[in-house]
């Protein structure tokens, strides 16, 4: 090789060195980048009693309704009242008529008499077999004036007019039953209210023949009377979201005939019973409704008090994250990251209550993700609480 040569190949491996030498220093500067701990912001976990309000639907009934149905089979003659119509405790309603308890008052009547007169024969020969039997009596303190013999008898007549005469009596009481039984059955022909209220069904008109066997099961019923001065308000609370609730406590409520007007009225009734086909606890409110205002039947929005006697724990809701197995959040410890499996409960101003493997105090980060893996070392930036505070 000569020397032109040489000089030519001392050359073009410098060249080669300078431009291979940059590379090699950003291999390495991206080997340390990839090594270095991931920053996450954390928060901490925060202890508090839950107490916010949640919207539940409800239905407004009436406090007491009833379907009117006959006792008595009978003839309708008239109806004085009609839908709409609002009704006093007493007032009279239908009016029926039955013929066949004319002629059936008649001969209780008749069956009465009879017993009286019964018992006033009865008591008649009682009386006379009475004064005969003393009479020999008085006769018999003289030695041979009667027999004993005679005596006896005279004391056993007496003794089964008596029992003619006991019997007399319970036959009259019976009778007086049976009179009394057929005056109730009469009083059934007039139908009054048993409360107040108002009409909201009417089905028969005069003419109709109706009897006991149109009630339940049967045929519609006369009328239906509801109160609608006093409604229960009756609100299916879910299980997961009965908490804590006292009676007496004051929930509002908005129904769609008013909007934008509030309602109130307090818890009266708590069934303490959960529901195994809803699974929801009914609870009843008693709503005043003096004005009319608001009809049974009507849908509602509760704003329900959602409160737990017992403080539990809180996280930033976007500190909750899922796959498709499980719902976590991510807990950082001496810069490592877990896992932790939590439960969750109600969301309150952007915070999420949750339960599982965690204590107040707790960092966990705070934009959870299930790219940051368990196990994941991590660099912490503390941020506020969960509480924001």
Not at 375 to 387: F, I, K, L, N, P
């Amino acid at each position: 090789m000569n020397r032109l040569s040489f000089v030519s190949a001392a050359l073009v491996l410098a060249v080669v060195g300078c431009s291979t030498a940059p590379s090699d220093k950003s291999a390495g500067s991206a080997k340390q980048a990839a090594a270095a701990p991931t920053t996450v912001a954390a928060i901490s976990v925060a202890s508090k009693k839950l107490q916010t309000t949640i919207s539940l639907p409800a239905q407004l009934v009436p406090y007491e309704q009833v379907d009117i149905y006959p006792k008595v089979t009978g003839f309708v003659d008239a109806v004085s009242v009609d839908r709409g119509s609002r009704v006093q405790r007493g007032q009279l309603l239908v009016r029926l008529t039955a013929p066949e308890l004319n002629s059936q008052r008649s001969q209780a009547e008749a069956a009465v008499r009879a017993a009286q007169s019964l018992l006033a024969t009865a008591k008649a020969k009682l009386a006379s077999d009475n004064g005969t039997y003393l009479h020999m009596v008085a006769a018999a303190k003289t030695p041979g004036v009667l027999a004993e013999n005679d005596v006896a008898v005279a004391n056993q007549a007496v003794s089964a007019d008596q029992g003619q005469v006991d019997a007399a009596e319970q036959n009259i009481s019976a009778a007086r039953d049976a009179l009394r039984s057929i005056s109730q059955l009469e009083s059934y022909l007039n139908i009054t209210a048993p409360f107040a209220g108002v009409v909201t069904t009417r089905n028969l008109h005069p003419g109709a023949l109706i009897g006991p066997a149109s009630g339940q099961g049967g045929a519609l019923p006369i009328l239906q009377i509801v109160d609608d001065r006093r409604l229960r308000l009756v609100v299916p609370v879910p299980e997961a979201q009965v908490g804590d609730m006292k009676a007496g406590q004051v929930v509002s409520f908005t129904v769609p005939a008013y909007p934008g007007q509030i309602f109130k009225a307090p818890i009266q009734r708590i069934s303490r019973e959960v529901d195994d086909k809803s699974r929801t606890m009914p609870v009843e409110l008693d709503v005043v409704n003096r004005d009319g205002k608001l009809s049974p039947g009507s849908f509602t929005t509760v704003s329900w008090p959602m409160e737990r006697g017992y403080p539990t724990l809180f996280v930033s809701a976007s500190a909750v994250t899922s796959d498709q197995q499980h719902t976590f959040v991510i807990r950082v410890r001496n810069n490592k990251t877990e896992w932790v499996t939590v439960q969750t409960g109600q969301t309150v101003n952007g915070e999420v209550e949750v339960f599982g493997d965690l204590s107040q105090g707790d960092q966990v980060v705070k934009a959870a993700s299930d790219a940051i893996h368990s196990g994941d070392e991590v660099r912490v930036q503390t941020t506020a609480t969960s509480s924001g505070k």
